[in-house]
């Protein structure tokens, strides 16, 4: 069974230019997540998706960051402009069901963003 | 607020010892803890979830507990291996989503 794949591994911007960042989840999978995770620090949730619906996007910084997931699937998060303060690593997770603390999680390698 | 907190230094153990790691949360009262681990440049992977009514939890090597008085798990790893040098989250719900601590960064040396 193939994994959470997330592209592009790694990503170096100037500061000011717009990012994206694409996640496809597990087969079946109906929840999706974003997190963003600070060196030396546990991910935070950023949105959750459950089929193609934002259920929960009280932690993304809605002046510049956006997130989509189409037909339910995919999904692409969006920085626009990015700031210095944005390098961190992007993480993608979805799960089975619909329970964002208790169904396991599966996490992709994530996106490492560094902002000059 | 809710937090939860994990030992910000690094355990250094050696081969074949158990491991125990901490993990602490305040100002809430969670139902559900879980653990993973995370290696450098991955993903976390899930090992393990125990409930509030549940004092232990094993899978193997791992045993995970869950005291609601202390308001703290511990997570052991037995006969530890320099494979199991990683790091390793706690989280736990908060609504209905993970709250994850910053995890402690073991290693394993043989």
């Known amino acids: 069974e193939a994994g959470v794949v997330q592209s592009p591994r790694y990503k170096i911007i100037e500061k000011k230019q717009p990012v994206a960042f694409w996640c496809n989840p597990i087969?079946?999978?109906?929840?999706l997540y974003w997190y963003l995770q600070n060196l030396g620090q546990g991910p935070e949730l950023l949105i959750r998706y459950e089929n193609e619906e934002a259920v929960d996007d009280s932690q993304l910084p809605k002046d510049r960051f956006s997130a989509e997931r189409l037909k339910g699937v995919d999904s692409t998060l969006k920085i626009q402009p990015a700031e210095l303060g944005d390098s961190a690593v992007y993480l993608c997770?979805?799960?089975?069901?619909?329970?964002?603390?208790?169904?396991?999680?599966?996490f992709g390698p994530g996106t490492r963003l560094t902002v000059l | 607020s809710q937090k939860i907190e994990q030992n910000s230094e690094a355990l250094n153990i050696q081969e074949g010892k158990t491991a125990t790691l901490t993990c602490n949360y305040t100002?809430?009262?969670?139902?559900?803890l879980q653990w993973y681990r995370q290696d450098p440049g991955r993903g976390p992977v899930f090992l393990l979830l125990?409930?509030?009514?549940?004092k232990e939890k094993r899978k193997e090597r791992l045993k995970v507990t869950f005291d609601t008085t202390l308001k703290q798990s511990l997570f052991h790893i037995t006969a530890s291996q320099p494979a199991d040098s990683a790091t390793y989250l706690c989280a736990h719900d908060y609504g209905n989503k993970l709250v994850f601590g910053a995890g402690t960064i073991l290693r394993v040396k043989s």
């Open positions: 997770a979805s799960s089975v069901g619909t329970s964002g603390s208790t169904d396991t999680q599966y």
């Open positions: 125990i409930r509030e009514n549940e």
């Open positions: 087969s079946g999978h109906n929840t």
């Open positions: 100002n809430y009262s969670p139902a559900y």
